[in-house]
């Protein structure tokens, strides 16, 4: 018979065959005539039964990771249709919990209530039944897990209270705990490794006390000399307690020093009050302390700022420089300022002189000029005016040259009085610009770029001192010109402010901000890694997208890209600039709103 390749003549054919042989017209036969026919494989595959696998699948618990992690593993195989996968994931969860071995909750109870009827040192019944309420909480949703914290909380009480009093151990150490469920022999081993640790780490934590009480208590406090003297007894008393009652004799006296603490940080308190409240009166009551008070608004400024605020000590130093540069600047122009004076003063003296040489010179002249008349009136014939007249003439020619003389010298000095005058307008003008500028940027009220060097070279020195990271960012707004552009200048600079005032109000007290020029920003975060860095840039974006900027009562989304980097130990501000400025360059190239790291 010739070989039929049509499917639907080979199906015909596969139907009349099964007729004549009069075979039952099963999927078996059927498929097996349907191949002997065609000339095929009559050992095809079988068909892949995924939908009911998905049933069977869609029916598994899924309460904790191991079966989670089953249903991913049967997920996958279902995907890919693979039996060999299928059949694989479920002979390896039989296989892996055939092995296992029932919880000995019979051995842990008998444990339990021997070492709960059991007194430790530093375990009352108080403190044991709440580190067991702590355990039934957190792991009463899984067998494994309960009985792991049992087991470790129960060895915790065996070390007679030597363990930490929370259960910060016993979720430590559970894991270890959960292999001694599964490993009988593990168990003894576990638990004298434990109380083995347990016991070295004592005499650390004993030194750690003590070099606390030491160090950073006692050096702090150096205006209560008694109390720093109770440190260091209390730290040489926790070298010398090695037995329990010793360290039970020893916790009244760390609770008397406590308190005592307590007492003289609540002194401090107060005392830190009322200075604060001083120096607040001080600041309003300045313009009952000078005559003038003009040029020292910017000054008042700064310190009612940081008054007013939480202390920190970034903002206490920052406050002092500006202070400093103010104060230099004003001494010097008021020094040019009093020599400006002074001049204007010899100027008015030297007018005064002129105007009275003028007046004796102008009296002389109208004395000599009363005798020349008397003498014209006596005189009986001409010749004898000629003498008279030409004596007139004389003194008048002298009275003339000295009235030119004056009204030069008075013309000069009057020039020189209003150049006096214009200088000292001046200088009061730079003395009321240099307290009110302070190195702030005029239309953000950030810091300038001068402002920026001053801190950066702090910060730098700082983290190079302490080997701390200090992480620069660098802003840009996305899409300013076209805001520029499209609601004007002015409208740019309110988002510029409204920049501004969100990322002050977003970074904690000790980062700074600086504008860097146009809409470019810079933010120095001291203390903070690269990862927490970016973090800290991605939440300002949050933040920006959450508070709208308002033109003519119009909500416009404001978004910015930003490149962070890690300052480098001797590294220029110019160089840090510049890796911070790639990266943003990058962000700005790849989508913009972004913030990437360098």
């Given amino acids: 018979m010739s070989t039929i390749t049509n499917p639907s003549e080979i199906a015909r054919e596969t139907l009349r065959l099964l007729a004549s042989r009069r075979m039952p017209p099963s999927p078996e036969n059927y498929r097996a005539i349907y191949h002997e026919i065609a000339g095929s ?34 997920d996958q195989a279902l995907k890919g249709k693979s039996w060999n996968d299928y059949r694989k994931a479920l002979s390896d969860f039989v296989s892996e919990h055939s092995n296992e071995k029932e919880l000995g909750w019979s051995e842990l109870i008998g444990e339990f209530l ?34 792991a914290r049992l087991q470790s909380l129960i060895k915790s009480w065996s070390l007679n209270g030597a363990a930490p009093e929370d259960m910060t151990l016993v979720d430590g150490i ?77 916790l009244t006296g760390i609770k008397r020093f406590a308190f005592r603490l307590e007492l003289l940080a609540e002194d401090r308190a107060e005392l830190r009050n009322g200075l604060l409240h001083l120096l607040q009166l001080l600041i309003e009551n300045v313009s009952e302390l ?39 600047n004003q001494s010097q122009l008021k020094h040019s300022l009093n020599e400006a004076k002074e001049a204007l003063k010899h100027m008015l003296a030297g007018f005064v002189d002129h105007l009275a040489e003028f007046a004796d010179s102008t009296s002389d002249y109208h004395d000599k000029i009363e005798v020349c008349a008397e003498k014209i009136s006596k005189a009986d014939d001409i010749t004898q005016l000629e003498d008279v007249l030409a004596e007139v003439m004389r003194e008048t020619r002298v009275i003339q040259i000295n009235a030119q003389r004056s009204r030069d010298d008075l013309r000069t000095t009057k020039q020189r009085v209003e150049a006096a005058d214009k200088r000292i307008t001046e200088l009061q003008g730079e003395l009321d610009k240099a307290s009110n500028l302070v190195r702030l940027d005029q239309l953000t009220g950030t810091l300038n770029r001068r402002g920026l060097e001053d801190v950066f070279e702090k910060e730098s020195s700082r983290s190079q001192r302490r080997k701390s990271p200090l992480c620069v960012a660098l802003l840009d707004i996305d899409n300013f010109k076209k805001l520029n552009d499209s609601l004007g200048h002015d409208a ?67 978004t910015f890209s930003a490149g962070v980097t890690c300052y480098i130990a001797e590294e220029t501000q110019v160089a840090v600039i510049k890796r911070a400025d790639e990266a943003m360059y990058e962000a700005k190239q790849t989508g913009k709103n972004r913030v990437l790291t360098r």
Avoid: C, M
């Fill in 114 to 147: 021997r070492q709960w009827e059991t007194k430790q040192t530093g375990l009352t019944p108080a403190r044991k039944r709440e580190s067991l309420e702590h355990v039934l909480v957190s792991a009463a949703s899984n067998n494994e897990t309960l009985f």
């Fill in 492 to 558: 740019g600079d309110a988002a510029l402010v409204h920049l501004s005032t969100v990322i002050r109000e977003t970074i904690r007290p000790q980062d700074t901000v600086a504008r860097f020029g146009g809409e470019e920003f810079i933010i120095l975060l001291p203390d903070t890694s690269l990862e927490d860095a970016q973090s800290a840039l991605v939440r300002l974006q949050r933040e920006l997208t959450k508070k709208f900027f308002l033109h003519n009562n119009e909500k416009q989304l404001i």
């Fill in 290 to 328: 000078v005559v003038d008070d003009r040029w020292l608004n910017g000054q008042i400024e700064v310190v009612r700022s940081i008054v007013s605020q939480p202390l920190n000590i970034r903002a206490i130093d920052d406050a002092e420089q500006r202070l400093k540069d103010v104060i230099f």
């Fill in 174 to 250: 559970a894991a270890g705990a959960v292999e001694a469920a599964h490993n009988p022999s593990v168990v003894a081993a576990s638990a004298g490794g434990t109380s083995s640790r347990a016991s070295e780490l004592l005499p650390e934590l004993r030194e750690l006390f003590a070099y606390t009480l030491e160090v950073a208590v006692a050096t702090q406090l150096t205006e209560a000399p008694d109390i720093a003297a109770d440190a260091r007894a209390l730290a040489s008393a926790v070298r010398n307690a090695t037995t329990p009652k010793a360290l039970e004799s020893l």
């Fill in 41 to 74: 494989n009559d050992k095809a595959e079988e068909v892949f039964p995924e939908r009911e696998l998905k049933v069977l699948l869609a029916s598994l618990p899924k309460e904790n990771p191991v079966q989670l992690r089953l249903s991913r593993q049967l």
